[in-house]
């Protein structure tokens, strides 16, 4: 779900590409924090996208994350 300030703004969001499943963990509340080589100024609301190059089923039975 969009919140107000996305929405009346998206031409100021923000993304950061993180790998499947680490993108999951964080969205679901098992991974706090992610380490970057780069540090990032930016603090706000931002979109996150899960990337890789894996199978995603391969990631969830390689990591136990449950299928809804």
Partial sequence: MLTT???QFP????????HFP???AIVHGEKDFEYRTK???YRG???IH???TKDS???MAEY???QD
Wanted: no cysteine; proline share 3%; hydrophobic share 50%.
């Fill in 45 to 47: 609301i931002f979109l």
């Fill in 22 to 24: 680490f993108a999951w």
């Fill in 39 to 41: 540090a990032t100024k």
């Fill in 64 to 66: 136990n994350i449950p």
């Fill in 50 to 52: 899960s990337s890789g």
């Fill in 57 to 59: 089923d391969e990631y």
């Fill in 5 to 7: 300030e996305v929405a």
């Fill in 11 to 18: 031409d100021r969001l923000r993304a950061m590409s993180i």
